[in-house]
């Protein structure tokens, strides 16, 4: 059992006899563990990639660089990128033994066989003088500010001066042998601890080496043997003192003055187990030191008595116990933002401060842990696994055995803490008195889970089954009924400064002033963040629950809308500090909205409120629970915030958040360009390849405290309009970019917010294609032109054509009038005209004249009707009828009215087949053709029977005139008919032009047969 008590009479010696006995516990102290706190530790192993890890720099840019068993990495807090990667292949990893930072912006690369390189501004440049090659993996060179080198070298001292390698000998006031440390100081002192423990300087400007008197300690013979292997370390601290590592210990040797440490050191008789390797100094006075024990941190080391470190000496402790990667570290690195990099044989551990501490408390089961804010910096904590338990501000420990399982906290405005959990009774109170029980009903029922004292200093508890009870006078009283809270209906319950306890279940909030009720319910019944936390300041009443955050003041509510609509998440603790800043702790976290945000917001609750978040990356332990116990977040009278979660209890203090804030922006690069697959380095301008289609461009930020958080935003010029917010994405992406000039830029910010908004940019250009240049372009336009104007030629000659052929049509037509006309109208006339001459010889003889004249007026009409058929050949069409053999009937019968009564014509049409729609202009030349055909075998043949065939083949159209006439002359078919007439010509011409064929067959005295003939494809119409 920890001895928890001090000497404190025979009073504590009978309780600790009768825990012996009994297991009943007194309060038992534990002494904290000197173990480093506060920090977030994140690891990369061999997993990641990395072996052993033996070097450890950051470079004026931000990057670090490893030098591990696996080769020279340079690292962005994201992504390891090896040697070979970051020079695009100019070497290889296996030629580099290690890396040393130059101030000038290059990195020095020790090789295992050609010497130095230097690898600066994309260009490599090699020094083969193997003198001015260090002995070391670690360490090796330092750099004054001249830029010149000294270099550890096998054979001794080297200088380096440009390309030029010289020894550094006697006549320097050199000694000779291996230097086992190097260090140029911020004046330009050269620092150098010689093998056989000397220690030497160089003020700037002089020319010889001067011996610093110290305390150098015995020198093991390990250390002088194994040379190499056995390296010392001097460091310059911030106020300008030089500090030594080596076999004897870790101690300063001069003070900020310069001037010699005289200090005594432990006897030779003592024997050191704690062996320090490298080290460096924290911003805050702290040293931290690698060991064969891991990393020590000692604080305010310019304070010390003695200067010497020793494993005894005052400080914090972080080893394998506590999850260090491995108890054999090498290196040990503070960089720009104030975290702490070891490189170890199991890789690489990084330690950030964090906005929160947690309590290094004993081991417990993972239950959500309730708390209290005592005094003097104390916390009172328990679980249902822990009894209540106190911690004070020097992390030491009393617990309550006797409380067994806590389950809920409170302390009330008098400083008494109140416990509720399980044990005989499960109510306590603790006061200056000591530690009391209280018991309540259904205490079987179920625990307290909420609980508030009066200004009378009556407490008011309730029960996980939803009782709410009042204790006055000595004696409990259910007041649900009078709270109007109907039965298993919990809510949450509060009490604040002045005294009252407020109640806020189911849309109501009720105020007990410690007389009487005064009830508020919610607007219109509007529902509202169903209430499992409460927390009064001023007049301000906060409301948490599932919902989210309600506020209740001056008689209205106001439910709290986020920018971030991720945000609160549900809530199990909320409080509105003393300095007017609000927090709340939930399942997604803290919620932290800070002063001003929250004066802004109440100055316009409608408005949307932003807020800051804070979980594991920040130091919180876990998340809270939604419910059991409550409430997860409190304030103490100094103004520190203590956090409950499931796996334990973290604080911090507002008022240094805004000293820790991050206000480094981060330095922004572009890394890479990747088109198509393939990698390009990226100098000041890039011109890619033609063909370019996928195009992405790589950037970091280097921000390395919580690069999770760094976040980017970049633009194309002339392709985004707007910066694209990339959230925490590094790669940009493009596609189908058309040949030209570009610009891209990127922007980033660190994990608080802090932009670099000069950001990086890179210039590059897309090649064209052959068919993306001008002079193909130009090509391309001029063959347009011309094909262009081959078109219009070719139009034009089709237009020329059409006119032609229209105009051919049109001659064909007037010359078919005209044959018409001649063959009808003007032979009329030609008669009438001869008979109206020999009317001349009968005037003398009325009677016959008149008979003579009325004759003759008969043949005038006619002609006129002939005449008037004429001009309907020309004007009529079909295109309005779809029955040809209709419109041939038609015709047949008007021809057949104008035959003398005693020659009657029998005149028939027949349809063979299914009829069919006709091209409209070809069924106008079929039925011109068929009926002057018809015309012609009433007039001219003398037939007694035409007949008229048409049929329907799915292979062509046929029309057939048959008659019985006096038929037609050969010698006239043979011509192509009468001279002087053109019925037949005319009827061939349309045919032809219908794209069919006309054949007539005729004989004397035996009749004609004129048969027209159309293909199908031409003479049918498409249907649709």
């Known amino acids: ?78 992504r390891f990128q ?101 260090l140029v100081d911020r004046k330009g002192t ?128 972080f080893t394998t116990e506590q999850g260090l990667s491995s108890n054999t570290a090498w290196k040990v690195l503070i960089d720009r933002e104030s975290s702490i990099w070891v490189g170890m044989n199991a890789g690489l551990d990084q330690l950030r401060r964090t906005t929160l501490t947690a309590l290094v408390l004993p081991q ?70 000591g530690l009391t029980s209280l018991h309540y009903p259904e205490e079987e029922a179920g625990p307290v889970i909420s609980l508030a004292v009066d200004r009378n200093g009556d407490p008011w508890i309730s029960t996980a089954i939803g009782g709410t009870y009042h204790f006055s006078h000595g004696v409990w009283s259910r007041q649900n009924e009078t709270l109007g809270k109907r039965p298993g209906i919990i809510g949450a319950m509060t009490g604040d400064d002045a005294g009252n306890v407020w109640f806020g279940f189911s849309n109501n909030l009720v105020r007990w002033d410690g007389s009487d009720y005064q009830r508020f319910s919610f607007p219109n ?19 948490g629950g599932s919902g989210g955050i309600e506020l209740f003041t001056q008689g209205h509510f106001y439910l709290l809308h986020w920018i971030d609509q991720g945000l609160p998440g549900r809530v199990s603790g909320v409080v509105e500090t003393e300095t007017g800043e609000l927090w709340a702790n939930g399942s997604s976290g803290v919620t932290h909205v800070s002063a001003a945000e929250l004066a802004r917001w109440l100055g316009d609750p409608t408005s949307a409120i932003s807020a800051d978040h804070l979980a594991a990356l920040d130091g919180l332990p876990g998340y809270s629970a939604e419910r059991i116990p409550e409430p997860s977040v409190a304030e103490s009278r100094e103004g520190r915030l203590w956090f409950a979660t499931a796996k334990g209890v973290a604080w911090l203090d507002p008022a240094k958040l805004e000293e820790n804030r991050n206000r480094i922006p981060p330095p922004v690069m572009i890394t890479a360009i990747l088109a198509n697959g393939k990698t390009y380095a990226v100098p000041n301008s890039l011109k890619l390849p033609a063909h370019t289609d996928k195009l992405e461009i790589d ?54 917010g802090v932009w670099n908004e000069s950001g990086a940019s890179l210039g590059f250009a897309l090649a064209p294609a052959y068919y993306q240049t001008w002079w193909f372009t130009a090509l391309c336009g001029l063959v347009a032109v011309l094909i262009l104007r081959w078109l219009i030629r070719l139009r034009i000659r089709s237009i020329t054509h059409e006119m032609q052929s229209r105009l051919a049509e049109r001659l064909a037509e007037r ?90 014509v029998d005149f028939r049409v027949t349809v063979e087949g299914k009829p069919r729609d006709m091209h409209p202009i070809l069924r106008d030349e079929v039925y011109r053709v068929a009926s002057e055909a018809t015309r012609n075998a009433f007039r001219h043949s003398g037939a007694t029977r035409i007949a008229v065939e048409i049929c329907y083949d799915h292979r062509q159209l046929l029309v057939r005139i048959e008659d019985n006439g006096k038929g037609i002359n050969p010698k006239v078919l043979d011509c192509g008919g009468r001279e002087g007439h053109y019925g037949l010509t005319g009827m061939r011409e349309r045919a032809k032009l219908a794209g069919g064929k006309l054949t007539v067959r005729s004989r004397l005295d035996s009749g004609t047969e004129i048969e027209l003939t159309i293909p199908a494809s031409l003479v049918y119409a498409k249907t649709s």
Not at 113 to 133: E, H, I, P
Request: aromatic residues 10%; glycine residues 10%; proline residues 4%.
């Open 364 to 433: 417990t089961e993972e239950h959500d842990f309730g708390v209290a804010a005592g005094d003097q910096g104390s916390v009172w904590i328990g679980n249902r696994s822990m009894p209540l338990t106190r911690v004070a501000d020097d992390g030491s420990i009393t617990t309550f055995p006797e409380t067994h399982g806590t389950v809920c906290l409170r302390r009330d405005r008098n400083g008494t803490i109140w416990s509720a959990g399980g044990g005989d009774s499960q109510l306590w109170r603790y006061s200056a008195t």
């Open 815 to 904: 010359e078919r009038i005209a044959r018409d006309l001649h063959d009808t109208l003007l032979q009329s006339f030609q008669g009438l005209m001869m008979k109206l001459y020999t009317l001349t010889y009968v005037l003398d003889r009325p009677a016959a004249a008149r008979e003579k004249l009325e004759g003759l007026l008969e043949e005038g009409r006619q002609a006129i009707d002939e005449g008037r058929d004429a001009v309907r050949g020309m004007r009529s069409s079909t295109v309005t009828q779809n029955d040809l053999a209709h419109a041939l009937a038609m015709v047949g019968e008007r021809l057949a009215a104008e035959q003398n009564a005693q020659n009657p």
């Open 699 to 752: 950037y970091t930020a280097l921000s390395l405290a919580i690069p999770e958080r760094v976040l980017f935003r970049y633009k194309l010029d002339g392709v985004d309009n707007e910066w694209q917010d990339a959230g925490t994405r590094r790669q940009a992406f493009y596609t189908s970019l058309p040949p030209g000039h570009y610009r891209f830029h990127v922007i980033a910010c660190n994990n608080d």
């Open 82 to 182: 090896s040697i070979e990667e970051v020079t695009n292949g100019a070497v290889e990893n296996s030629q580099i033994h290690s890396a040393f930072l130059s101030s000038s912006g290059g990195v020095w690369l020790k090789t295992r066989a050609a010497g130095l390189l230097l690898w600066k501004d994309g260009r490599l440049s090699v020094y083969t003088d193997r003198r001015c090659t260090p002995a070391l993996q670690m360490e090796g060179l330092a750099e004054d500010q001249d830029g010149a080198l000294w270099i550890q070298g096998s054979a001794g001292l080297f200088h380096m001066r440009g390309s030029v390698c010289e020894q550094v000998g006697a006549e320097h006031g050199y000694p000779g042998g291996f230097p086992a440390a190097i």
């Open 1 to 78: 059992m920890p001895r928890c008590l001090q000497k404190a009479g025979w009073l504590v010696s009978i309780g600790l006899m009768l825990w012996l006995i009994t297991g009943v516990c007194v309060p038992a102290v534990w002494a904290s563990s000197r173990q480093i706190t506060g920090f977030h530790h994140t690891r990369w192993t061999s997993d990641d990639g990395l072996g052993a890890v033996f070097d450890v720099q950051q470079a004026a840019d931000g990057y670090l660089w490893l030098t591990t068993s696996t080769g020279v990495f340079r690292f962005d807090g994201v």
């Open 525 to 543: 019944g509007a529902r509202g963040v169903s209430e499992s936390t409460m927390s009064v300041r001023g007049d301000h009443v906060w409301l």
């Open 190 to 317: 050269v620092w150098v601890r010689t093998l056989a423990g000397d220690l030497l300087f160089l003020p700037r400007g002089q020319s010889k080496f001067q011996r610093l008197p110290y305390a150098a300690g015995a020198i093991s013979a390990a250390f002088v043997l194994a040379a190499p292997a056995h390296n010392a370390f001097l460091h310059e601290a911030p106020d300008g003192a030089i500090w030594l590592s080596d076999d004897y210990g870790l101690r300063r040797v001069t003070n900020a003055a310069g001037a010699p440490v005289v200090s005594s050191l432990p006897g030779k008789e003592r024997k050191e187990n704690t062996q320090f390797g490298d080290f460096t100094f924290g911003a805050d006075g702290s040293l931290w030191a690698t060991s064969d024990k891991g990393v020590r941190r000692f604080d305010h080391v310019e304070r010390w008595q003695t200067p010497v470190a020793m494993a005894d000496s005052p400080g914090e402790r």
